[in-house]
């Protein structure tokens, strides 16, 4: 098996406020590894990183054996295999669903327009949004916007998907197609790191879970092993939160 | 709000409409010049003798609107997108950019007007222009140049930062972020400031008459020497108001078809 993803050493800090203090994760193809961890426990921040959303201050980060943080790389280049989605969808709001997600292929991969819609259809298809295709963003429900938003990353064909707490904003109702959608890339064999809140979902489809406290990977293993026999007192303490608030 | 309170409020409203402009024309009817005021800027006679001419000379000021429009449209944008410019390397064009507008804002349009119609020409440089509309419009064109990137560089950084995240985590480049998806959502947000700075340059045009082109401003200043009387003010006063006043009110017609459909989306 190769590597899709290896971070080394990362350190990022806003001001004086260090947010990774040293992260460490490998993650090999068609493996799905989730992020758990309180809030400013760093998830977001070592995604957009590993996106080159963020300058990092120290370490390095190699996507399919190409150092992605060396000097001179191709920013650009390097973002089109790697797809991320928001926790607030980001839709382009001045265009309908098909332009969002035919822009980047047009734009970034020189698709031809009926190259790039046809791709699109076929996703929205696959996805069950077909009859959206011309709809505009803010009439659709925040389910769906999401469901577009993943579409829209796949377009570019990445190798990685990032998922930033892509279901926090939404309300409970709409949770579960969005997860059936992360839930079918899996089964597709797409390689993810996925930062979420949703414990039993991320029992359910990861094939290791990471707990990040305090801007390091505290504790990783298999779900079982974390779940059900945490070793570190702090891993334990926030599985404890999580039952008593009930989201588990 | 029932039917007949309705009805009442409508009654308020046009009894003290009705007593406040009564109140004011009464007051300039009845002040002690309001005779000669009449005579030298109300005389009908006047009024119909001058207008033609002014109004046909009034056709320069639109020529002048919209030829100066044109390019300050293109240009502001211009000096928006490199106040805007990312990266260090840039540093010198932003600060050029700021020096632009800082400058072209600070200094009365009129000696803008002033300095280039009158000295440009006296260069003496035979492919410099001579004709004073062309140095009035260059002088229009600099100065609101400088307003209006101002404009659309508010609509630029109201634009939140996560569309140009979203964009460039697609892998499109700074320049395919800015066209595709930053600027329609700036500029669709700024189409009522900037129609406001339509109507501000709309009425300046008539400074360019100080140069000597025959524009209404100064068609009206000919007749107004040739007769001792200021009529042909009033006929100038009323073009201008004809034309800035629809701007003005589907100006505000923008405004609040933005703020009603923003307001639909927020529900």
């Known amino acids: 098996m190769s590597e899709a993803l290896l971070v080394d050493g990362l350190h990022k800090s806003f001001g004086t406020l260090e947010v990774l203090r040293g992260v460490d994760l490998a993650v090999d193809d068609h493996q799905v590894v989730c992020l758990i961890g309180a809030s400013g426990s760093g998830k977001s921040t070592l995604l957009r990183c590993v996106n080159l959303l963020e300058p990092i201050d120290a370490g390095r980060i190699v996507v399919e054996g190409v150092e992605i943080t060396a000097r001179g790389v191709d920013v650009n280049r390097i973002r089109r295999r790697i797809g991320i989605v928001f926790q607030a969808y980001n839709l382009f709001p001045h265009m309908s669903v098909l332009k969002n997600v035919t822009l980047a292929p047009r734009l970034a991969l020189k698709q031809s327009n009926a190259e790039a819609s046809q791709r699109a259809l076929g996703l929205l298809e696959r996805f069950g949004l077909a009859d959206k295709a011309k709809d505009y963003p803010d009439s659709l429900s925040g389910g769906q916007q999401q469901r577009v938003a993943i579409v829209r990353a796949l377009a570019m064909q990445p190798d990685l998907m990032l998922l930033d707490e892509v279901t926090s904003a939404l309300d409970p109702e709409l949770v579960a197609e969005v997860l059936e959608v992360i839930r079918e890339l899996a089964d597709g064999g797409m390689t993810m790191v996925i930062a979420t809140h949703e414990m039993s979902f991320a029992r359910d489809i990861a094939d290791r879970i990471c707990f990040l406290d305090e801007g390091v990977i505290l504790e990783q293993g298999p779900p079982e092993q974390i779940f059900g026999a945490p070793k570190e007192q702090r891993t334990q303490r926030f599985l404890e939160r999580i039952i008593e608030a009930g989201r588990m | ?267």
């Open chain 2, 1 to 267: 709000m029932s039917g007949a309170e309705g009805r009442r409020g409508a009654l308020i409203a046009i009894f003290s409409t009705l007593v406040v402009f009564t109140g004011l024309a009464l007051l300039i009817t009845h002040a002690p010049g309001w005779p000669e005021v009449r005579q030298t800027f109300f005389d009908w006679g006047q009024f119909k003798d001058s207008f033609p001419e002014i109004a046909r000379a009034f056709l320069l000021n639109v020529k002048i609107f919209l030829i100066a429009e044109a390019f300050i449209l293109v240009f502001a944008l211009l000096l928006a997108v490199i106040r805007n410019l990312p990266g260090p390397a840039a540093l010198p064009l932003r600060i050029l950019g700021i020096a632009y507008a800082d400058f072209f804002r600070g200094v009365p349009t009129i000696l803008v007007i002033a300095m280039l119609g009158f000295g440009a020409p006296a260069l003496q440089l035979n492919w410099v222009p001579l004709s004073t509309t062309f140095w009035g419009i260059v002088a229009l064109v600099l100065v609101y140049t400088a307003y209006v990137s101002e404009v659309y560089r508010a609509g630029i950084e109201s634009v939140h930062p996560s569309q140009n995240a979203a964009a460039r985590s697609l892998g499109l480049t700074h320049w395919q972020s800015l066209r595709a998806v930053v600027l329609p959502q700036a500029v669709r947000r700024v189409i009522p400031p900037l129609l406001n700075d339509f109507i501000g340059l709309q009425k300046d045009t008539a400074l360019v008459g100080f140069l000597g082109s025959v524009e209404a401003f100064k068609q009206s200043q000919i007749d107004a020497a040739a007769t001792f009387n200021y009529t042909s003010y009033v006929a100038a006063a009323l073009l201008f108001v004809a034309l800035t006043i629809p701007l003005a009110r589907f100006t505000d017609w923008l405004v609040a078809r933005d703020r009603r459909r923003r307001q639909a989306a927020g529900t």
